[in-house]
């Protein structure tokens, strides 16, 4: 499972290069191992270090620690989603669920960075959901109804409150919810990679290859040594299925991003001097658009079934085009040549867009696939799973453990073909909104 990541992430090249970087090059033992340094390796790393203070953990990923999806995402730490899959939940009940495992997830963002002293950019600025399409405040009346009765503060925004708030004229329907939250990426999973436990020994740029179990223990072959360990907990999110874990229950999607220079005076006080804000599309293929902090604008409108595990320069250049028009839709008056740097993504998904969390055997556990709310979620199965593996329980786990599980999908060739059906579809419905 050897992963080659594109070096062209802003939030990752924002942060200062790491200095101690340590492979795999020897056979080792350990009482837990942990495989993929994201949002879940590392909270989960994290977790087992404090319950077992005097137990050998071992961090793996075979990249650098949260360089992966969780250091290029957009940066939403959601309270809901409109479009979190390829199926929408109608029932009220799931879509609770489904939200109490958000809240969850960003209260336990909110207290590692209290307790480490995190700088990350943090944001309580809500979010909105908006579309071009005057025809989809059907949408999100209805979506409207399903906050409402779930209590959650919002609001119907029309084309001149958009206008004033985003500093484009391009949508003409939106709606916002109070609760959502802004941040950056690279710079919180890099402080969880700094938060680690002095027992937790991590090796980076150390692919597995392959694993088995024999007896009482997993035994774990990486291309420059073997990792031979009591427990293991399986953290790779989008490349579960490549290690062969729920197999039948989790795809990747590749995703591309961009993200501008900064704009000058001239070029912010063009497009009206907005606050940061963040944009989800109504229509699922539509784009995510992102103005930061520091002025700077995202935009991420490519979704595929692609090699999860390298795209080249050229692929990535050419998504970037697609991203080049969309940010020319919405601000007409920036140049043309403003984008400063593109990269892809790996993200999990499963068909009903529930999350996996489970013991798989006596020793070995499992949890990934986030549907794209990877920050909160993520962190907070990470621990959740730490605390799972330990024999011991929570409130939070029984929360988990309640929402609907992950359905069966169909192999291959049938599933990729069936979700390739599906994007293009998807995609056709949302052309305008790219």
Same mark, same amino acid.
């Given at each position: *499972?050897? @992963?080659?990541?594109?070096n062209?992430?802003?939030?990752i090249n924002?942060?200062n ?18 495989i993929?340094?994201g ?11 404090q319950i077992?203070?005097n137990l050998?953990?071992i961090l793996a990923?075979a ?5 992966? %999806?969780?250091?290029?995402n957009?940066? =939403?730490? @959601?309270?809901?989603?409109?479009n ?7 029932e ?12 969850l ?7 590692f ?9 943090w ?9 071009s399409? /005057?025809?989809?405040?059907k ?14 503060e919002?609001s $119907?925004?029309g084309?001149n ?6 500093? /484009?004229?391009? =949508?003409?329907i939106g ?13 919180? @999973? +890099?402080?969880m990679?700094?938060?680690?436990p002095?027992?937790?020994? &991590? ?15 997993i035994?774990?072959?990486f291309?420059?040594g #073997? ?5 293991? $907990? ?6 579960l ?14 995703l591309? %991003?961009?993200? /501008? ?18 944009? &989800?599309?109504?229509r699922? *293929?539509?784009?995510?658009?992102? *103005?930061t902090?520091?002025?700077r ?11 999860? =595990?390298?795209?080249?320069?050229t ?9 080049? $028009?969309?940010?020319k839709k ?12 593109s990269w892809?993504?790996i993200?999990?998904?499963t +068909?009903?867009?529930?999350?996996i ?6 020793? $070995? ?5 986030y549907?794209g709310?990877?920050i909160?979620?993520? /962190? ?6 730490a605390?799972?593996a330990?024999?011991?329980? #929570?409130?939070e786990?029984?929360?988990i453990?309640a929402r609907?599980k992950p359905?069966w999908?169909?192999?291959d ?7 390739? %059906? ?13």
């Amino acid at each position: *499972m050897k @992963v080659e990541n594109d070096n062209g992430c802003s939030w990752i090249n924002d942060l200062n290069p790491r200095k101690i970087i340590k492979s795999l090059s020897s056979n080792e033992e350990c009482d837990w191992l942990i495989i993929g340094a994201g949002y879940t390796g590392l909270s989960a790393a994290r977790k087992l270090g404090q319950i077992h203070s005097n137990l050998n953990i071992i961090l793996a990923d075979a990249q650098l620690a949260g360089e992966g %999806a969780s250091g290029r995402n957009s940066g =939403y730490l @959601v309270d809901t989603t409109l479009n979190d899959g390829f199926t929408s939940n109608k029932e009220l009940q799931n879509y609770k669920k489904k939200a109490e495992i958000y809240s969850l997830g960003i209260d336990v963002i909110k207290k590692f960075i209290k307790e480490y002293q995190v700088d990350c950019d943090w944001n309580e600025s809500g979010k909105y959901f908006a579309s071009s399409k /005057t025809e989809d405040k059907k949408i999100l009346d209805k979506f409207s109804n399903t906050l409402t009765n779930l209590g959650f503060e919002h609001s $119907i925004l029309g084309k001149n409150e958009l206008s004033e708030k985003l500093g /484009t004229i391009f =949508y003409n329907i939106g709606l916002y919810t109070k609760g959502g939250i802004l941040l950056h990426p690279g710079k919180l @999973v +890099r402080a969880m990679v700094d938060a680690l436990p002095p027992n937790v020994f &991590l090796y980076e740029n150390s692919c597995l290859l392959n694993w088995s179990k024999n007896k009482d223990f997993i035994k774990c072959n990486f291309k420059k040594g #073997t990792i031979k360990t009591k427990n293991i $907990i399986f953290a790779t999110n989008g490349f579960l299925k490549s290690l062969g874990i729920k197999s039948n229950y989790n795809f990747p999607i590749t995703l591309t %991003a961009s993200m /501008t220079r900064r704009l000058s005076d001239e070029e912010f006080k063009s497009i009206g001097q907005p606050k940061e804000w963040g944009v &989800l599309p109504v229509r699922p *293929m539509g784009a995510t658009i992102r *103005m930061t902090k520091d002025r700077r604008i995202l935009i991420r409108n490519t979704a595929e079934v692609y090699n999860p =595990y390298q795209m080249s320069k050229t692929e990535l250049n050419k998504r970037a085009l697609k991203q080049k $028009i969309g940010i020319k839709k919405r601000f007409p008056e920036l140049p043309l040549d403003i984008i400063h740097s593109s990269w892809s993504g790996i993200v999990s998904r499963t +068909r009903n867009s529930s999350q996996i969390f489970e013991k798989i055997d006596d020793n $070995i556990f499992v949890a990934g696939c986030y549907n794209g709310s990877g920050i909160g979620v993520g /962190t907070l199965f990470g621990e959740q799973i730490a605390i799972k593996a330990s024999n011991e329980n #929570t409130k939070e786990i029984e929360v988990i453990e309640a929402r609907n599980k992950p359905t069966w999908l169909p192999p291959d060739p049938f599933l990729s073909l069936g979700v390739r %059906a599906r994007l293009i579809y998807e995609r056709f419905r949302a052309k305008s909104e790219i």
